[in-house]
């Protein structure tokens, strides 16, 4: 028992000198249950096995086994790897590090937390991932996953990039973003930017932002997680089973993640039902609208300038109302709607001009 304590106890004291002779302290070592150093033509090789815990160019590493080649400045780690690069923590079930390169290659159910000041700012989750200490730069590939403490958001992909230093980053390959909140809205897109240190998310080309059955789709957003507010530009168009809308430019507002009022400007059109599950009979222009919903439903809506608009109110046999149909124009006109999206009263205001059409 003495000579294996003393066999240890040599061994440790001849690795930690061979490593801080040959790495200039880059390299050193604090624990491992089996250890084996083997000197080569190119440098000292050491492969660690068992509890292993050691310091390589200021990388904290702890694993189940590690080879380190000091001679090509290379190192793997495989088996349960936990690592702190800077401010990030690292977890995969093998790490590569390139000291050249200045550079970690990551396998296996990978889980990265980026913290500042200790706190806990954003997580990704992958299958393999790079990432460059020089730059800041990380890349994360397979099966992406990602959650932002700072505005709760979470986003899916195949592939994203993203600068630790800047903030900046982007995600292709399906990315979905997804403000995490109960009945909360979606943004899809074939590619999606993130701006963290501005709160600022980009997406571009066939975009679509999902609210329950409310679908909004076009060629660009720009969404402000801070102020929980959506710019849709490039031919947007709004869907649902009660309203069709049309502009040049939508303005989404949410409230708690869902959406409480939508902005349209200019070339403004949309075409609705005098009640869900009804045809889209109805419709009005204008140079601007304002739609204000309740949940899913639509609560209100104002449209201003230039205003012109056509209702087909349904014979109301239990009212004894006549079908009728109304074409006019005006200033501005008010709609407010009750229950699930039926159309309780129309206002139509300044310098009103009309026809009017009874069917019966």
Known sequence: MKKILTYSLLLFITITLLATETTKKDYKLIHADNATV????????????????????????????????????FAYMDGDVRAKVDTLD?????????????????????????????????????????????????????????????????????????????????????????????????????????????????????????????????????????????????????????????????????SDKKLDKAFLNRDCSVYYASEEGEEKNNWVKSDEMELIFDGSNMKEFVARDNVSYFYDQPEEKENSKDAIQVFSEGDELSILFEGKNKVKSLKLNGRINGKYRFLN
Request: charge should be negative; proline fraction near 1%.
């Open 90 to 254: 690292v977890v995969a079930d093998s790490i590569s590090y390139n000291k050249a390169l200045n550079t970690l290659y990551m396998k296996g159910d990978i889980e990265i937390r980026e913290y500042k000041d200790k706190e806990l700012i954003r997580e990704f989750y992958s299958d393999r991932g790079e990432f460059n200490r020089d730059a800041e730069f990380l890349k994360v590939i397979d099966n992406v996953r990602t959650f932002s403490y700072t505005d709760s958001i979470a986003a899916t992909c195949g592939y994203a990039e993203y600068n630790h230093g800047t903030g900046y980053g982007f995600m292709r390959i399906n990315p979905v973003l997804t403000l995490t909140k109960q009945d909360s809205a979606k943004i899809i897109a074939e590619k999606i930017e993130f701006f963290h240190n501005f709160n600022k998310y980009v997406a571009s080309f066939d975009v679509q932002m999902d609210y329950n059955d409310i679908k909004t789709v076009s060629n660009f957003l720009l969404y402000f997680s801070e102020e929980d507010k959506a710019i849709l530009t490039g031919n947007p168009v709004f869907y649902s089973d009660f309203a069709t809308a049309k502009a040049e430019e939508f303005t989404l507002y949410l």
């Open 38 to 73: 083997i000197k080569q033509a190119s440098g000292y090789v050491s492969r660690l096995e068992g509890n292993v815990h050691f310091f390589y160019s200021d990388v904290e590493y702890h694993c189940n086994k590690a080879m380190i080649y000091e001679g090509r400045e």
